[in-house]
């Protein structure tokens, strides 16, 4: 059969090889081969333009468009190519549109890889640029990956512009991170309910904290309850969110399940960026996008005005009609494990490893998602020894983070930093431990990475780890199928990646730090 499109930019690709007739994440060929266009037509202007702020953010903000699960809404793409042609210069390069116009399997792997390394970083750069902190060297770096991914052939130069997104990842993360510390304050530890008020509620999803304290700020005298999904768990940890006594908790588990969980939540949904599936009839008529998230047929809360709020009325309004959201569990998750917190408990943390209270730690971030073979996961979480802790961060969390309970002398046994930006945190407290535990090689210290990965912010998160010095990381539930053979192997060679293997090997590996 004809390939209407192709896309294999995220660990569900289709059978690990790549989507061809419409994506298994719900994406139509109209709609792929829109984000084609659009990503053609940047790096023309990466090409034809000298790079300035308002060019910067407005790549920034196309390329969160075309992640995985982020927008849907062929009309908001097409506006975007448009006004992207209206910026375009002028130029001799000719472009060709789509991945498969580049010939060469290896070189077309490299492309791809940083264009999906860059995509990542541009969704966090849009985050910070919310909360008002943009750098001007992230997207000049925009500007010179989006050129090399658009005509380098030459495989080592493509290797060194990608090892150079990691550092630009890096980067980013930390000026987010600024960003949400200096916004909503440093995360605590918090137990966040699982359960469910009698009042009607509002859930919000996504990474944008800031919608979300719009929101909160909105409704606080309306006698309705705020939850958050997914990747919003994290919004209970920060001072400045969680001092609002509506916001009541975290209702359901990572963005894959959100079919069934959203039907029986009963009110108004508002997606901020990635994740959203097909919308379903049985929740159609109350879920919004707002940002960089959209969907055919779905309302779209517009943007701020500079200086203002964006204006959720019409969510709020919808939530006093709705019943209250239908029970799905009870109890309670406790995170807010970010480095500051986590170095607030360095001594505790220290001793521990001294006495050998805590023999390993281990890196299980990244994204979750609906392969069964995600189960590892769980099992790895569910069999590692009483005296390792998991570090996490992203919505990886919730194959085990109701899972795993106890702690070891008062240190949990799952430290949630946060969002997969909250990646950043955890680079920053094994960097500590390096420090405390004057180690000459990142990789002495008794910490393993069992990473999982779904779109392409995991891919600029990956990338940051390396350009860390961080090695010998596992990798899966599968590699990507943008990785050639031969690029699989320069990244096998070059800092130890692997796949997983089953459950019970990769535990045993990772404890002798294998
Ligand atoms: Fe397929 Fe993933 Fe691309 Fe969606 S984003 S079309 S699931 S490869
Ligand atoms: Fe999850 Fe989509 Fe990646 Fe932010 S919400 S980690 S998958």
Redesign the pocket.
């Given at each position: 059969m004809e390939e209407k499109m192709f896309c294999f930019q995220c660990q569900e690709a289709c059978k690990n090889s790549g989507c061809t007739l419409a994506g298994m994440c719900g994406k139509k060929a109209e709609t792929a081969n829109l984000m084609d266009e659009l990503l053609r037509q940047l790096k023309l202007i990466a090409i034809s333009r000298e790079p300035d702020m308002e060019l910067g953010r407005f790549i920034a903000r196309s390329l969160f468009m075309t992640v995985?699960?982020a927008n849907f809404d062929n009309a908001a793409l097409d506006k975007q190519l448009k006004q992207a042609i209206a910026m375009t210069g002028n130029t001799a390069v000719e472009l060709p549109v789509g991945i498969l116009a580049c010939q060469n399997e290896d070189i077309r792997s490299l492309r791809e890889l940083l264009t999906y390394g860059v995509k990542g970083i541009a969704a966090y750069a849009e985050h910070a640029a919310v909360l008002g902190k943009e750098d001007m060297a992230i997207y000049r770096f925009f500007f010179k990956a989006l050129q090399t991914a658009a005509v380098s052939e030459n495989a080592d130069e493509l290797l060194a512009v990608i090892l150079e997104a990691g550092e630009v990842a890096v980067k980013t993360m930390a000026l987010l991170d600024s960003a949400n510390t200096g916004t909503f304050g440093n995360p605590q530890i918090t137990a966040v309910k699982t359960g469910v008020g009698n009042r009607p509620g509002i859930l919000v999803s996504?990474?944008d904290l800031l919608d979300l304290k719009e929101l909160l700020e909105q409704s606080k005298d309306d006698n309705i309850d705020i939850y958050t999904h997914?990747?919003m768990l994290p919004a209970h940890y920060y001072p400045e969110l969680k001092k609002y006594p509506h916001l009541y908790g975290n209702y359901g588990n990572?963005?894959h399940l959100q079919s069934r969980e959203f039907a029986a939540f009963n009110g108004p949904i508002l997606m901020t960026?990635?994740?959203i599936t097909p919308v379903q009839e049985s929740y159609r008529n109350r879920i919004f996008t707002t940002g960089m998230a959209g969907y055919t047929g779905i309302p779209h809360i517009a943007d701020r005005e500079k200086g203002g709020m964006k204006d959720f009325s019409a969510i709020i309004e919808l939530a006093k009609k709705c019943p209250p959201p239908e029970k799905l569990e009870d109890g309670t998750i406790v995170g807010g494990f970010a480095h500051a917190q986590v170095l607030a408990l360095a001594d505790q943390v220290v001793s521990a490893v001294k006495s050998g209270a805590i023999k390993r730690f281990v890196v299980m971030a990244?994204?979750?998602?609906r392969q069964k073979e995600r189960q590892y996961y769980s099992d790895v979480a569910e069999n590692l020894p009483a005296d390792t802790v998991i570090l996490t961060a992203?919505?990886?969390k919730y194959r085990y983070n109701k899972l795993v309970t106890g702690d070891i002398n008062g240190i949990p046994r799952v430290l949630d930093a946060g969002?997969?930006?909250d990646c950043y945190s955890l680079a920053v407290i094994a960097l500590k431990l390096k420090e405390i535990f004057n180690v000459q090689d990142i990789n002495d210290l008794p910490i393993s990475f069992d990473i999982s990965?779904?779109?392409q912010?995991?891919v600029a998160v990956l990338l940051a780890l390396l350009h860390l010095g961080f090695k010998n990381l596992r990798l899966g539930p599968t590699l990507p199928a943008f990785l050639s053979p031969n690029v699989a192997g320069i990244l096998v060679n070059a800092f130890d990646i692997k796949g997983i293997s089953d459950c019970q090997s990769d535990i045993a590996a990772m404890m002798v730090g294998k």
């Amino acid at each position: 059969m004809e390939e209407k499109m192709f896309c294999f930019q995220c660990q569900e690709a289709c059978k690990n090889s790549g989507c061809t007739l419409a994506g298994m994440c719900g994406k139509k060929a109209e709609t792929a081969n829109l984000m084609d266009e659009l990503l053609r037509q940047l790096k023309l202007i990466a090409i034809s333009r000298e790079p300035d702020m308002e060019l910067g953010r407005f790549i920034a903000r196309s390329l969160f468009m075309t992640v995985t699960n982020a927008n849907f809404d062929n009309a908001a793409l097409d506006k975007q190519l448009k006004q992207a042609i209206a910026m375009t210069g002028n130029t001799a390069v000719e472009l060709p549109v789509g991945i498969l116009a580049c010939q060469n399997e290896d070189i077309r792997s490299l492309r791809e890889l940083l264009t999906y390394g860059v995509k990542g970083i541009a969704a966090y750069a849009e985050h910070a640029a919310v909360l008002g902190k943009e750098d001007m060297a992230i997207y000049r770096f925009f500007f010179k990956a989006l050129q090399t991914a658009a005509v380098s052939e030459n495989a080592d130069e493509l290797l060194a512009v990608i090892l150079e997104a990691g550092e630009v990842a890096v980067k980013t993360m930390a000026l987010l991170d600024s960003a949400n510390t200096g916004t909503f304050g440093n995360p605590q530890i918090t137990a966040v309910k699982t359960g469910v008020g009698n009042r009607p509620g509002i859930l919000v999803s996504g990474h944008d904290l800031l919608d979300l304290k719009e929101l909160l700020e909105q409704s606080k005298d309306d006698n309705i309850d705020i939850y958050t999904h997914s990747e919003m768990l994290p919004a209970h940890y920060y001072p400045e969110l969680k001092k609002y006594p509506h916001l009541y908790g975290n209702y359901g588990n990572a963005w894959h399940l959100q079919s069934r969980e959203f039907a029986a939540f009963n009110g108004p949904i508002l997606m901020t960026t990635n994740c959203i599936t097909p919308v379903q009839e049985s929740y159609r008529n109350r879920i919004f996008t707002t940002g960089m998230a959209g969907y055919t047929g779905i309302p779209h809360i517009a943007d701020r005005e500079k200086g203002g709020m964006k204006d959720f009325s019409a969510i709020i309004e919808l939530a006093k009609k709705c019943p209250p959201p239908e029970k799905l569990e009870d109890g309670t998750i406790v995170g807010g494990f970010a480095h500051a917190q986590v170095l607030a408990l360095a001594d505790q943390v220290v001793s521990a490893v001294k006495s050998g209270a805590i023999k390993r730690f281990v890196v299980m971030a990244g994204c979750d998602g609906r392969q069964k073979e995600r189960q590892y996961y769980s099992d790895v979480a569910e069999n590692l020894p009483a005296d390792t802790v998991i570090l996490t961060a992203g919505c990886a969390k919730y194959r085990y983070n109701k899972l795993v309970t106890g702690d070891i002398n008062g240190i949990p046994r799952v430290l949630d930093a946060g969002q997969c930006n909250d990646c950043y945190s955890l680079a920053v407290i094994a960097l500590k431990l390096k420090e405390i535990f004057n180690v000459q090689d990142i990789n002495d210290l008794p910490i393993s990475f069992d990473i999982s990965w779904y779109e392409q912010k995991a891919v600029a998160v990956l990338l940051a780890l390396l350009h860390l010095g961080f090695k010998n990381l596992r990798l899966g539930p599968t590699l990507p199928a943008f990785l050639s053979p031969n690029v699989a192997g320069i990244l096998v060679n070059a800092f130890d990646i692997k796949g997983i293997s089953d459950c019970q090997s990769d535990i045993a590996a990772m404890m002798v730090g294998k």
